[in-house]
């Protein structure tokens, strides 16, 4: 009997370790400890465009001074909706993915279409504070270095068609916000006008308990847009 209960945890504790190897990770997330947050607020751990959280993203997090007011983005998408829709952006920074410190966007060497995932886009977009760490990161991974002002226009040349494919994911999302906060959240009437705000009343106020992750930004889609 007592082998056959060894036996049975060597089988259970296999199958843990190979469901662990396949489980898929957010290879753009750092630990929360590990996280530069740059702005301030009761919002600030959110992106102020899109709400993501920043440290779920915080390999492709750029930041920028918004018409003098330090805001800090999830993607060089955001950071461009900033530059269309906000004004004077200036002081323009992005994650050094070798330190994971902010360094000046002119100091950094982008990998632009490696096998790594992209935010808010479909092209990833890693920097790097030297060309060469950038040139064995595109080794490994694929993708063609580049300096900012290139990706730059990139960016913007496909900024309408990336959000359009955006604006119905947050759509579908948004649903799903729905049907989690008619199940689990206390019913508010308070109005948002973007979903950072409405992410950081919901959790300063236990409005759906201890809701995180993509339940939490699905919740934050429906409230902005109900």
């Known amino acids: 009997m007592k082998l056959l209960k060894l036996l049975v945890f060597a089988i259970f504790a296999i199958s843990s370790l190979q469901a662990q190897m396949h489980m898929p990770k957010n290879y753009r997330a750092v630990p929360f400890a590990k996280a530069q947050i740059l702005q301030s607020g009761k919002a600030k751990m959110f992106c102020p465009k899109c709400g993501m ?62 096998s790594k995932p ?6 990833s977009k890693y920097a790097f504070g ?10 490994e991974y694929g993708g063609k270095v580049m300096k900012f002002d290139d990706v730059l226009a990139m960016v913007k040349d496909s900024f309408k068609k990336e959000s359009s494919m955006i ?3 947050q759509k579908m999302m948004a649903k799903k916000g729905e049907m989690i906060y008619n199940k689990k959240c206390q019913k508010i009437d308070k109005k948002f006008t973007n979903v950072a705000d409405a992410k950081a009343y919901i959790k300063a106020n236990k409005v759906c308990g201890d809701i995180k992750g993509k339940p939490l930004q699905a919740v934050g889609l429906y409230l902005i847009n109900r």
């Open 118 to 123: 992209g935010t808010m886009s479909k092209v």
């Open 53 to 114: 959280t920043l440290p779920m993203f915080y390999r492709t997090n750029h930041a920028a001074k918004v018409n003098g007011k330090m805001q800090q983005f999830c993607s060089m998408h955001c950071l461009v909706e900033a530059m269309n829709k906000d004004g004077n952006v200036t002081d323009i920074q992005v994650v050094d993915n070798s330190t994971l410190k902010f360094i000046p966007v002119s100091k950094a060497y982008y990998v632009v279409g490696s």
């Open 130 to 139: 030297t060309k060469e760490a950038a040139q064995k990161f595109a080794k």
């Open 167 to 169: 604006a119905k994911k």
